[in-house]
């Protein structure tokens, strides 16, 4: 899949928005946690997204509320993909109360983290990142044996980092790794060095990287470069994810 191009005047083409959800959508389906089974093919072919996405009922609700607020028809609008995977100024419309009444909702009848629990005022974001720390259940996990939920969280959670070597498949990236402190606080600690996949078999959800881009992955894949203004917006929304997490959690 080629990096999204803008047509003549800056516009971008109209499934810019498909094939950004497509990249940041394949990591976890293709392990089979997010998204209805088998559909890897249709999202890197571009084929089906838009039917496709409807089905990912995790990120689904986070794109109808950021685009309703946002006063966007499309859920699929690149703006509004972006905001979801990545942040930015639209996740500055979105109701924070209302968006954990809504999700409360949409995930009644699935088992949460702290979604129950949270205050229903707090400053909560249509961010993937409010799902992966607060809705989804293994932040529940961590005070019984923190090894497997921190590793699940890390990798679920879009992470940023620098590349420092690249092969035919697979990069090199330094970047920060999600830690539990002594006082049960979860925070992006130092940076460390992990080998993610960029390539398999020719098929990738990127260009192929080079040294010193500052990218995104998701699980085991770079999903794509991320400007300074992306990577400071990324960090944004994930800090402020974690300041309520951290502030609803009990201490230790």
């Known amino acids: 899949m080629p990096e999204l191009a803008s047509r003549p005047g800056g516009t971008p083409p109209p499934a810019a928005g498909q094939a950004l959800f497509a990249r940041y959508a394949f990591p976890p389906n293709e392990l089979g946690y997010c998204g209805p089974a088998d559909e890897g093919s249709g999202l890197l072919s571009g084929e089906r997204v838009a039917s496709v996405a409807r089905k990912f009922d995790g990120a689904w609700p986070y794109l109808e509320v950021i685009a309703a607020a946002a006063g966007i028809d499309d859920p699929l609008d690149l703006a509004v993909v972006r905001s979801y995977w990545i942040g930015g100024g639209l996740l500055d419309t979105v109701d924070g109360g209302g968006l954990i009444r809504h999700l409360r909702t ?53 992470r940023w980092g620098t590349v420092e070597a ?87």
């Open 106 to 158: 949409a995930f009644a009848r699935q088992v949460t983290g702290l979604l129950g629990v949270v205050d229903a005022d707090a400053s909560a974001l249509a961010h993937h990142s409010f799902h992966v720390f607060v809705v989804y259940p293994w932040v529940r996990f961590l005070r019984k044996d923190p090894v497997t939920p921190l590793r699940i969280l890390q990798n679920c959670r879009i």
């Open 166 to 252: 690249v092969d035919d498949e697979h990069v090199l990236m330094r970047s920060p790794q999600l830690t539990l402190d002594s006082g049960g606080r979860l925070t992006p600690g130092d940076p460390c060095t992990e080998r993610v996949r960029w390539s398999r078999s020719g098929r990738s959800l990127t260009g192929t990287p080079a040294v010193g881009d500052t990218v995104a992955a998701h699980w085991d894949w770079v999903c794509g470069s991320l400007t300074e203004a992306d990577c400071v917006a990324l960090q944004q929304a994930t800090q402020q994810t974690l300041d309520l997490v951290n502030g609803t959690r009990a201490p230790l």
